[in-house]
């Protein structure tokens, strides 16, 4: 079973994950890439987004819906985007006046391909970064959603769920516990090295 829930656990994450990168690559470069109205529309969108809490928000979705990972998968994606529209605006407000963006543009190109052909694919390395943390988190978040009984429904076993079942027996199998815990330890830890990794790996300044 603990094996079986590292496949749940994992797919969310990267789904989850997923999703984000996604919704928030086209916010992003959208903002980043045209300012003015649009960029103040959607700027109030991701702090709209923000200012509620994640875990909270997810609970409240996840009571009206029924017992699903796709559905955790989802929810999860729709509201972990804000994080990386920003960096990606970020990116596009830097590299839209650059020489090679303004000869994109002189050369006639429609604005679609100016942004997903040249100016997207040097505004990738924060968002690689940004998922590789936020694969962590959702992990850690589908594991506090089935701990509390709103996650993955039983009998599909995940990390959250074993650790739900097993707490009533912690005096006298310790097991049950423990190695559902050190997985979502170990893994979470990895991912979280990782992205350090890639953040100085990326980093211009380190590689000077």
Avoid at 41 to 54: A, K, Y
Wanted: aromatic letters at 12%; a positive charge.
């Amino acid at each position: 079973r603990l094996i079986w829930g590292t496949r749940i656990s994992m797919s969310v994450g990267f789904v989850a994950v997923g999703i984000a990168v996604f919704i928030g690559i086209i916010v992003g470069a959208l903002a980043g890439y045209y300012g003015g109205l649009v960029d103040m529309g959607l700027q109030r969108i991701i702090e709209i987004i923000m200012c509620f809490p994640l875990l909270i928000l997810i609970l409240a979705l996840i009571s009206f819906l029924p017992p699903s990972i796709y559905y955790i998968m989802i929810v999860i994606g729709l509201f972990g985007w804000p994080g990386i529209a920003r960096l990606v605006r970020g990116e596009f407000l830097r590299l839209r006046e650059s020489d090679f963006a303004v000869a994109a543009r002189a050369t006639g190109l429609r604005d679609s391909r100016v942004i997903f052909r040249h100016l997207l694919p040097n505004a990738l390395s924060p968002v690689l970064v940004s998922a590789t943390f936020g694969i962590a988190g959702a992990i850690l978040t589908e594991s506090a959603l089935s701990f509390l009984g709103f996650g993955v429904p039983p009998p599909t076993p995940s990390w959250g769920e074993l650790l739900s079942q097993s707490q009533r027996f912690v005096d006298r199998a310790w097991w049950l516990v423990t190695f559902p815990g050190l997985a979502i330890f170990i893994t979470v830890t990895a991912f979280n090295l990782v992205g350090e990794g890639l953040r100085d790996a990326m980093d211009p300044k380190l590689r000077q």
